[in-house]
């Protein structure tokens, strides 16, 4: 017999191997905690890589409406200087393998592949309790609960399933993005416009960055990256939006005003998005009847890697419970051996682009890698 799964958390990796369950005719649940699809925007673009992400999407049958959502042309990538000079200006000439689609339409994809239902929305998790012999039971801030056979924590960084079998909680790692939009900006904001150019854009220097992503119609998507203590964010007010960005922006001072005014002339007001990361190569023992896939599993710095890395273990997960039908331990053990070391090197990965992007050597560095130096 089949067991029924159980996954906790809608994102991406979530949606993915309920999809992937699906095809291979594998009954399953997902239990979100928003109240919709709709409940908050997705965040930003993805770039959904040839080796992880677009082989989870060939595994859900998904590979052909997924290129019906890639924005051509943002696979651009430029490089300046604080005083504007260009670096780097590398066109999208249609040859990468990282197509960049938006994550709120890739999500609304992979929810329309599933059967009515497969959602319960408005279930956020506020314990689970192993009961024996690989079972577990969920209890829902609404008083409901469920008992399982086979439970998937697909619940992100603050997973309320991995405390079932790790005792690691994220840290802090050092750094913090402020998020910021600029909208219709070839016509409201064109010398911004014009420094982002067609995909992405970084000025970097040691301890500290601009970054930008030209996103549908002439939306940018700015990310200012500043390597302080949690403290130093305490101090800022992010509920008087024109101070904070006053604040923010003062530690850009001098850099070129195109580059600046991503920060002080934004639509929208600043939002923290403090850096966190599991312990790299976090891993666990076997525990009968329940895992862990995406940020639940190997939270890390951004990396491009993120979203992909959530979707192919989802795929390769529901691969494996589809390869040991009625075996579920058997299923789990083949998916984790081949997770830990998977993780483990791409949590290297990203600390190492971390230290390229803001470490003492930005940007240097970085531009040797794009030139294929390193």
């Known amino acids: 017999m089949t067991t029924h799964v159980t996954i906790i958390g809608a994102g991406l990796g979530g949606l993915t191997l309920a999809r992937v369950l699906h095809v291979n005719g594998i009954p399953a649940t997902v239990y979100e905690a928003e109240s919709s699809p709709a ?30 959502l890639v924005l051509e042309g943002r696979q651009a990538a430029r490089a300046l200087a604080p005083d504007g000079t260009v670096l780097l200006d590398e066109p999208d000439d249609g040859t990468g393998g990282r197509p960049e689609v938006m994550r709120g339409e890739l999500r609304r994809m992979l929810l329309d ?27 829902f801030a609404d008083g409901t609960s469920v008992v399982t056979g086979l439970l998937a924590g697909a619940d992100g960084a603050w997973s309320r399933v991995r405390p079932l079998l790790s005792d690691a909680t994220p840290e802090y790692a050092g750094i913090s993005f402020i998020e910021t939009y600029l909208f219709d ?88 998005r403090p850096i966190n990361t599991l312990p790299s190569g976090h891993r666990w023992d076997r525990v009968p009847g329940v895992t862990l896939l995406g940020d639940a599993a190997h939270l890390m710095p951004p990396s491009g890697e993120g979203a992909n890395l959530a979707m192919y273990d989802g795929a390769e997960l529901g691969k494996a419970i589809a390869a040991h039908p ?49």
């Open 113 to 139: 592949s599933l059967p009515a239902g497969t959602v319960r929305w408005g279930h956020r998790a506020t314990g689970v309790r192993a009961l024996g012999d690989g079972r577990h039971e969920v209890t």
């Open 326 to 374: 009625g075996d579920v331990e058997t299923a789990l053990v083949e998916y984790e051996r081949a997770l830990f070391p998977r993780s483990a090197a791409e949590a290297a990965d990203a600390a190492h682009l971390q230290e390229l992007m803001f470490g003492d050597d930005a940007p240097r560095r970085l531009l040797d890698m794009f030139a294929g130096h390193e």
């Open 185 to 272: 900006a070839d016509t409201r904001h064109p010398a911004g416009a014009k420094a982002v150019g067609a995909g992405a854009m970084y000025a970097l220097t040691p301890g500290k960055a601009i970054m930008a992503h030209r996103e549908s119609g002439a939306t940018l998507h700015v990310y200012v990256a500043l390597r302080k203590p949690q403290r130093w964010f305490a101090d800022i007010d992010f509920t008087d939006r024109l101070a904070a960005t006053a604040q923010i922006a003062q530690e850009f001072h001098g850099w070129a005003p195109e580059l600046t005014a991503l920060i002080t002339d934004s639509d929208t007001a600043p939002v923290l």
């Open 39 to 68: 409940a908050r925007a997705q965040g930003g673009m993805l770039d959904i890589h040839d080796h992880n992400g677009q082989p989870a999407l060939r595994a859900a049958g998904l590979i052909e409406p997924f290129r019906g």
